[in-house]
């Protein structure tokens, strides 16, 4: 399979816990993204990459979220002291210059 | 700020009852708008680019079409398995802004 691959698929975790997901993009795409979605609503920016670099955050993302993609390839998304309002779907995608992103299956997180 | 604009939000159709679905939005300037397709529990699946008012682009049952305010889905003779949720994103050029900005879908049930 060589589309967006996310890593877990459902995380359940306990109020106050921190979690890491994983995001292995189609291999010649340099720019990826990070989304979150609701139930109800369209998926929200979190932040972007292009290569290792992160270039763009959301003024929505709190100190608690930190993202990396180390060596330009697969990224981690990692939410500290989760809260129960962390509760979503956590959506990766990445794409090549000028086409269209492709998205992975997605993380979807319970905070109980 | 771009804003991107669905209706309906849900949509219910008799198998081949044909309709349209509108995203309408507000860009400094449109980079690209893209339709996806998404089912319950899954990642959005990309469907169509639309680059400039006037271009159309086909895929089975589906037709999306752009104009400089709007763009529109059409489902001819719908399936059932056509039922998910349609969701509009558009990529702005102005400034720094990287993301695609979504809206928030329009949920389709096609009935046997």
């Known amino acids: 399979d060589t589309g967006v691959s996310q890593d877990p698929r459902h995380k359940i975790t306990k109020r106050g816990q921190n979690v890491t997901f994983r995001c292995d993009p189609i291999s010649e795409h340099n720019r990826l993204y990070w989304y979150r979605q609701t139930l109800g609503q369209g998926p929200e920016f979190l932040t972007y990459?292009?290569?290792?670099?992160?270039?763009?955050k959301s003024r929505l993302l709190s100190d608690r979220f930190s993202a990396e993609r180390p060596k330009g390839s697969f990224s981690t998304l990692e939410i500290q002291r989760t809260e129960q309002g962390d509760s979503a779907m956590y959506l990766c995608?990445?794409?090549?210059?000028?086409?269209?992103?492709?998205f992975g299956q997605g993380t979807r997180l319970t905070v109980v | 700020e771009d804003q991107v604009t669905q209706s309906p939000e849900a949509l219910r159709l008799q198998e081949g009852e044909s309709s349209s679905l509108n995203c309408s939005y507000t860009v400094s300037g449109l980079r690209g708008l893209f339709w996806y397709r998404q089912d319950p529990g899954k990642g959005p699946e990309f469907l169509f680019t639309l680059y400039s008012a006037g271009e159309e682009k086909e895929k089975e049952r589906l037709k999306a079409t752009l104009t400089k305010k709007e763009s529109f889905l059409h489902i001819t003779a719908p399936k059932p398995e056509d039922s998910a949720t349609y969701l509009c994103?558009?990529?702005?050029?102005?400034?720094?802004?990287?993301?695609?900005?979504f809206g928030s879908g329009t949920q389709l049930t096609v009935l046997p």
């Open positions: 990459f292009q290569n290792e670099a992160q270039l763009e």
């Open positions: 995608a990445s794409r090549a210059a000028n086409t269209e992103a492709f």
């Open positions: 994103a558009v990529w702005d050029s102005s400034g720094s802004a990287r993301q695609l900005t």
